[in-house]
């Protein structure tokens, strides 16, 4: 990792707090294109992280609940600046997600409607397209060292377009990589490490699955602690993408506790997709149409605290990881997998992305920027924004 020893560690929070806020303000198009925003900030630009401590991280990330792309920019934050890095990172990219929706949750309530972003969104998601494209291809060379490796992100691939659960397949990988090392070595390494790590994976599943057919009280009265609770347990046991959390909200708001509409719950999802940021910051809506500006912001310290806890309770996990031969080859299994999962997200994004030749020639013109030229790719959405207001 790229280091300069003169930098003060308060030069480093202020680099820290200056690149998470305008990721936070610029980064569209859900976790995949987050964490190729930060992989082209951090790695490429910057030099703070290697690809490979890069690829640990996010394969660290990958096995604890919460939102991904959050929980990157605290590891980054945290590897960068300490543990003041740590808060100021997470904060500094959940704030601006959080202060546009609820200038949008405002809206909704006083109007009755929310803002259309139709043309907004037509010329982002191409430039997204592009981006991640790039991050997968940087980080694929990075992260599949072997023949095996390639066969198992193939088979991650299909097992993902076949619907398999995301953690299932992260498991299954790093499960599959340490297996085809003892038996290239012929001999019994040591998995002093692996017990440690697998059953804490199982274990903290668990409550994921038990807690999205839990019945809870129906027609529950409403009340600041119970919102802070519901989405401190969202934040605890969601695995996967933001989008995971439709039906999470709609068991719990919706049909148990009748807090929600269908309507305003979908008008709440529908904002998280067309802010910057975390699609978390649903949370900052739906606080605010039940509570005020004091149930946005109850709601999202609930979703978002846990993502901190995690994040400094498994942050020791990765030297560790790569220290043991067994458990870092289980690693290069998760990262081949967590690899996969976002090619998966790229298929899916492109065929709502590029549906015509202005919005092909974008991603094409984006992709040629960000590899040829090394364009900032915070500067191509903000161009890909501008063009989509201009063409619709």
């Known amino acids: 990792m790229s280091d ?67 929980e990157m920019a605290i590891h980054i934050g945290q590897q960068r600046a300490g543990w003041g ?49 790039q991050a997968v291809w940087g980080l694929g060379r990075t992260a599949i060292k072997s023949t095996f490796l390639a066969a198992v992100a193939l088979m991650a691939v299909a097992a993902s377009l076949l619907g398999t659960n995301e953690l299932l397949i992260l ?95 979908l008008d709440a999802i529908a904002v998280g997709q067309i802010t910057p940021g975390p699609v978390f910051s649903t949370a900052t809506f739906i606080g605010y149409i039940l509570g005020g500006t004091s149930g946005a912001i109850i709601a999202t310290l609930g979703i978002f605290l846990p993502s901190f806890v995690f994040v400094a309770v498994s942050r020791p996990l990765v030297p560790r990881l790569r220290r043991s031969p067994t458990a870092s080859a289980f690693l290069d299994g998760v990262n081949v997998g967590a690899l996969a999962l976002m090619a998966v997200v790229v298929i899916a994004l492109g065929e709502d992305a590029i549906v015509d030749l202005p919005t092909a020639f974008l991603a094409a013109t984006s992709g040629f920027l960000l590899i040829r030229l090394r364009v900032n790719s915070a500067w191509l959405v903000l161009g890909g924004a501008g063009v989509g207001l201009a063409l619709r």
């Open 4 to 70: 300069q020893p003169n930098i003060t560690n308060a030069g480093r929070l202020r680099a820290v707090a200056t690149l998470f806020l305008k990721l936070g303000t610029t980064a569209f198009g859900g976790p995949a294109a987050h964490i190729a925003m930060m992989e082209h900030e951090v790695v490429r630009r910057r030099g703070w992280l290697t690809r490979e401590h890069f690829l640990d991280l996010l394969g660290a990330t990958n096995l604890i609940p919460g939102p991904n792309s959050t």
């Open 85 to 133: 890095g740590l808060i100021v990172a997470g904060a500094c990219f959940i704030i601006p997600a959080s202060l546009i929706t609820l200038a949008l949750a405002w809206t909704y309530v006083q109007f009755g409607t929310r803002p259309q972003a139709g043309a907004l969104l037509y010329g982002v998601k191409p430039v997204i397209i592009a981006v991640v494209v």
């Open 171 to 265: 498991v299954a990988a790093g499960g599959a990589s340490v297996l085809f090392r003892i038996l290239s070595r012929a001999r019994r390494p040591t998995l002093a490490f692996v017990p440690a790590a697998m059953p804490g994976i199982a274990v903290s599943h668990f409550p994921a699955a038990l807690a999205a057919n839990l019945p809870t009280a129906i027609a529950a009265p409403f009340s600041l602690s119970a919102l802070f609770l519901f989405f401190l347990k969202v934040g605890a046991v969601l695995f996967g993408s933001g989008y995971v959390l439709l039906a999470f909200l709609r068991a719990d708001l919706v049909d148990h506790r009748h807090w929600l509409t269908d309507a305003q719950l």
